[in-house]
């Protein structure tokens, strides 16, 4: 298996534009993690799926950030608008077992 | 609430020493993982632990459960080994919330 593919691998926007980010998970995997990285805050969760249902979405910050999973191959972290405070590394992860997975992640610049 | 952490925040190494890296977690854990982020960013599993020890080649770890702490064994360090160590806890019945460390930041020298 490929891993936990995401993309962009960098991304530079705008502030006030919309910014999506992708994630495909391993394949036979029931769960899937947003995670934002940043230097002040280290690594939180923002949001985790089970079976393509969001279960606990109290880390997104504000309203400004939603987290759709249509099927089990696919999500999608998406900001609008963006503001230059959202700049981060994003990471998506997956898991089956406890034990989970991390994808390379997407840098956001929101300038 | 609940409380992962680690230490020493940096360790600076000379090519060929030994290290030992801490977890300290605050309550019994589900999930127990290990990480390595190199220069890159990229998130590298390295241990799935809740309790017991494991190796993998220059690499083993221990988790004591019932003293609710973890240590990482680094031999033989190369330059390859640099970055950020971290390590994530999992609580109660669910897959849910890995709460990461601030993780470890190693330089090895050569």
């Known amino acids: 298996d490929a891993g936990v593919i995401q993309s962009p691998r960098h991304e530079v926007t705008e502030m006030g534009q919309e910014v999506t980010l992708r994630c495909k998970p391993i394949s036979g995997h029931d769960y899937l993690f947003w995670y934002r990285q940043t230097m002040m805050r280290g690594l939180e969760l923002l949001i985790y799926?089970?079976?393509?249902?969001?279960?606990?979405d109290s880390g997104m910050p504000e309203d400004r950030f939603s987290a759709k999973m249509p099927n089990a191959s696919f999500s999608t972290l998406k900001i609008q608008p963006s503001e230059p405070r959202d700049s981060a590394v994003y990471f998506c992860?997956?898991?089956?077992?406890?034990?989970?997975?991390f994808g390379q992640g997407t840098r956001l610049t929101v300038v | 609430g609940i409380q992962v952490e680690q230490s020493p925040p940096d360790l600076i190494l000379q090519e060929g020493a030994n290290s030992t890296l801490r977890c300290n977690f605050s309550d019994s854990v589900n999930n127990l993982q290990w990480f390595h982020q190199n220069p890159w960013g990229q998130l590298i599993n390295l241990f799935y632990?809740?309790?017991g020890t494991k190796q993998n080649g220059r690499l083993s770890a221990t988790t004591v459960a019932t003293e609710r702490y973890s240590l990482l064994y680094i031999s033989s360090s190369q330059t390859t080994d640099s970055g950020v160590y971290f390590c994530a806890a999992n609580y109660g019945g669910s897959q849910g919330n890995l709460i990461f460390g601030k993780g470890t930041k190693l330089s090895v020298k050569p």
């Open positions: 632990i809740p309790s």
């Open positions: 799926f089970n079976n393509n249902v969001p279960i606990d």
């Open positions: 992860a997956s898991s089956v077992t406890p034990e989970a997975f």
